[in-house]
């Protein structure tokens, strides 16, 4: 009986031993783990805020296409000032006789 006993206390220390060695091996996991979780927080931020920025560039890229005429509109309005200074050469001239 001694013996048996003897027995299961090695067994008992045996695996004690192992649970205090995979313990302290989840435990670096977990450190590691949440580190990683950590920096991919802060990685996400940056991305978020990264993403704010160019929807934020995207709409006042918006907003000056709208406002900034195409290319017939240049055409028309540089076909109105050739066309208003013919006509103030003509006024220049018409003074000058």
Known sequence: MASDL????ERI????RLLL?????LQKRNAALTS???DMRAT???????IEKLRLELEYLRIA????PDSK????????????????????TD???
Do not use: H, P, W
């Open 73 to 92: 509109s240049k055409e028309a309005v540089y076909a109105t000032i050739s066309d208003l200074v013919r006509e103030i050469d003509r006024c220049i």
């Open 21 to 25: 060695i995979r313990f302290g091996e």
């Open 13 to 16: 220390s045996d695996k004690s």
């Open 65 to 68: 296409t709208n406002i900034a």
């Open 36 to 38: 990683e979780l950590q």
């Open 44 to 50: 996400l931020v940056a991305r978020d805020a990264e």
């Open 95 to 97: 003074l000058m006789e």
């Open 6 to 9: 003897a027995e299961q206390l």
